[in-house]
């Protein structure tokens, strides 16, 4: 239960708002439902004009009459006397359902009504808000350090309510700077990054900040001198994930990819991708039932003079299969000759060792009495394709025309084994 004290502000025109028939408003309502999912019922108090906001659980619906429980129960219709409703609401996010139905009746928290034969639309955001759960806040600005939870999220802004305790601080906050701000799921780090504040408001029972996210761009790495060639795969892979702040899954096309990141275009409306934030669990789906997994950040993200966004991830972590994986895909879309850890004839390559040198006389003369230990060596190495092992072959036609091989020597140091061409 809310009560938010507010002069009556002035409603939009009424030209303003889309009128939407009752049948799609009982759609909507057993929707709701379905989720598990609330409704805000607004009485107005006869007397001092304050907001009296209560939140709803809608049940089915087939006709006119709609019932609902509050989510908080112990309310009786004697609490209600200096109230007169006037509404009630839902949203998805993005657009706001008003519906002036007709109060009937409230026993033991179920409230009865009478739907009319039409309620009203009215598109209040341009980007889609989504309620959040359970997702730890820690807001930091010159020492200054408030805890609380983050409320609700977008691409654009996101609102954190900041626990009572935090009371007394809140005097303290210069609006015109910034927060540092870190979101957690369970301890885990999903979002770190330099907010502005768009508002500030303060009840009782706690505050709440709005937020706006300032940078465009993070750098996660040090700048390279050669950049990663990106390849437009066809078809396009398709970047799942379950969201960290949201918690629902996102499918977006990678329109570009490299062995270092990719990049997405989102739908303006349903954008929830911020630079800074971290993404434990992703999937790149090549095609059905062959996909790579890795943990990546959204690096960037631009808006083009058309509204298009386009939004970069850069790998984090990723299995040394699943990297070798991806870097053959791209050798070949790069160079249809170009393999990488290649399933390979280990025969014809011991001809092409002969053939171009590489194996001379007098280096033959070392290893010819061991020379089966080789062959099953070889053979382990280049078509069980272990870990520790990776090797690129050139192929034209069928033939072997140039060879290299690296062994992992340490962590991160891989010696140059063969170089033959």
Not at 32 to 55: G, Q, V, W
Request: charged share 25%.
């Amino acid at each position: 239960m809310k009560l938010l004290s507010v002069s009556p502000s002035e409603k939009p025109q009424r030209e303003e708002w889309k009128e939407i028939r009752r049948d799609r408003l009982i759609n909507s309502l057993n929707r709701i439902n379905f989720h598990d999912e609330e409704i805000f019922l607004n009485f107005r108090h006869t007397k001092y004009h304050k907001i009296l906001c209560l939140a709803a659980k809608p049940q089915p619906c087939a006709n006119n009459v709609f019932h609902c429980y509050l989510s908080e129960p112990g309310l009786s219709e004697h609490d209600l006397q200096s109230y007169s409703f006037e509404n009630f609401y839902f949203t998805d996010g993005l657009k706001k359902i008003i519906v002036e139905a007709k109060f009937e009746e409230l026993t033991s928290s179920k409230i009865k009504f009478l739907l009319p034969e039409t309620c009203f639309e009215i598109g209040s955001r341009k980007v889609r808000r989504h309620t959040c759960h359970s997702i730890a806040a820690q807001l930091i600005q010159d020492g200054l350090i408030l805890e609380g939870s983050l409320n609700d999220f977008s691409a654009v802004s996101f609102s954190v309510n900041v626990s009572p305790q935090y009371l007394s601080d809140f005097e303290n906050i210069e609006q015109n700077s910034t927060f540092h701000v870190i979101l957690k799921k369970d301890s885990i780090v999903c979002y770190s990054g330099i907010c502005e504040i768009l508002r500030l408001s303060s009840f009782s029972e706690g505050s709440t900040i709005v937020l706006k996210p300032i940078k465009n761009q993070i750098k996660r790495f040090k700048s390279k001198q050669y950049r990663s060639l990106r390849q437009k795969l066809v078809p396009m892979p398709n970047a799942v994930f379950i969201h960290p702040l949201i918690e629902k899954k996102i499918n977006l096309k990678a329109h570009d990819i490299s062995g270092s990141g990719f990049s997405v275009e989102e739908d303006p409306e349903n954008s929830t991708l911020i630079p800074g934030m971290i993404i434990p669990d992703l999937r790149i789906e090549l095609m059905n039932n062959v996909e790579l997994t890795c943990q990546a950040q959204v690096v960037y993200r631009s808006v083009d003079e058309v509204g298009k966004i386009q939004c970069g991830f850069a790998f984090l972590d990723m299995s040394l299969k699943d990297q070798v994986s991806l870097s053959s895909l791209l050798h070949q879309a790069w160079n249809k000759k170009a393999y990488v850890c290649t399933n390979v004839d280990v025969d014809q390559l011991w001809d092409f060792f002969f053939d171009t040198d590489f194996i001379y006389p007098e280096k033959y003369s070392f290893i010819y009495e061991n020379k089966e230990e080789f062959k099953k060596l070889y053979k382990k190495l280049y078509e069980n394709n272990p870990e520790f092992a990776v090797n690129f072959i050139c192929k034209d036609r069928g033939a072997v025309c140039a060879h290299l091989s690296m062994f992992r020597f340490y962590h991160k140091t891989w010696i140059i084994n063969h170089h033959a061409a």
